[in-house]
């Protein structure tokens, strides 16, 4: 069966291409240069009147770049394909950034900059996996200040942050514990979340807390760990004479193990050249 093909005449006052979306379908009004535009039903027919309520999107392949970014949805973006504006999809909790900006395909995290904002929204739905709440982004970890996610395309891997710093949801990054509001405390560092606490009977280890988790440290050679000052000191003390070594209680083993961070990848920081095994979202 044919399809119907309707003829238009653009108005006179449009100068160049337009691209626009209209329920939902891309619409192509084309320039008043042309005598009469053949556009095909599928695509959709509009009158003048939709003509002026229609946004303006910048034609791509009008432009140098050949990528522009969608009016309306910042997870969205137009490229020029073969002479024609194909409008693709960014990867899951992404938004568009740039042509050769962002972590992928010309996208990036939408807390970077001021990518996506009012009236620009996310049209599309997050896309959830384990431990991710989008395909891609940094996320807090369940159970741990000090660690985070890192997802791409849905693969999550567990990062640490050192040096006393936990993460920051807001800042989506490792900060200063003060920072850090309604994160859980290690049991140790109940009293002082910065402050050193004697490890059982050892005379020259001690548990240092930051940010109220405890590191596990040793005193410099020939100094011992004073339990009341709470600091390194010359011997002898009350209960050390001469630095010693004693084996690892249990206690320290447990948090030994829980301080290990997760083996990382070759590469810690994201390039666009992971992103190379997916294939883009078409619309």
């Known amino acids: 069966m044919s399809r119907k093909v309707q003829f238009v005449r653009a108005p006179r006052q449009l100068q160049s291409s337009i691209l626009c979306t209209e329920k939902g379908k ?7 240069m042309h005598d009469d535009a053949q556009i095909n039903e599928d695509t959709v027919i509009v009158a003048s ?10 034609d791509p392949c009008k432009t140098k770049s050949r990528v522009v970014a ?28 740039g042509k050769h900006r962002g972590v992928t395909e010309g996208c990036d995290y939408p807390w970077r900059s001021n990518y996506c904002e009012y009236p620009k929204v996310q049209i599309n739905p997050p896309i959830g996996a384990e431990h991710c709440d989008w395909l891609y982004g940094i996320f ?8 985070y996610w890192t997802c791409w395309n ?43 606490v004697p490890l059982g009977k050892s005379c020259n280890r001690y548990w240092q ?44 083993v447990d948090v030994r193990q829980d301080q290990h961070p997760p083996k990382r990848t070759q590469n810690n920081e994201y390039q666009e050249g992971q992103g190379q095994g997916r294939q883009r979202t078409r619309n």
């Open 209 to 252: 807390c930051q940010g109220g988790y405890p590191r596990l440290q040793r005193c410099p050679a020939m100094l011992v760990f004073d339990r009341r000052s709470l600091r390194c000191v010359v011997p002898p003390t009350e209960d050390c004479d001469i630095p010693t070594t004693t084996p690892p209680t249990p206690e320290e």
């Open 70 to 97: 969608d009016d309306k949805y910042c997870d969205k973006y137009w490229e020029c394909d073969g002479g024609q504006a194909v409008q693709y999809d960014c990867p899951n909790g992404l938004v568009f950034a």
């Open 140 to 147: 807090g970890h369940e159970t741990s200040c000090t660690r």
């Open 26 to 32: 891309n619409v192509l009004l084309v320039s008043s």
């Open 154 to 196: 849905g693969t999550a891997t567990e990062q640490l942050c050192i040096g006393g710093l936990l993460y920051n949801e807001n800042a989506h990054s490792c900060d200063w514990p003060e920072n850090v509001d309604g994160c859980q405390k290690h049991p140790l560092c109940n009293e002082d979340p910065n402050g050193n």
């Open 49 to 58: 009147l939709t003509i002026v309520s229609c946004a303006q999107v910048e």
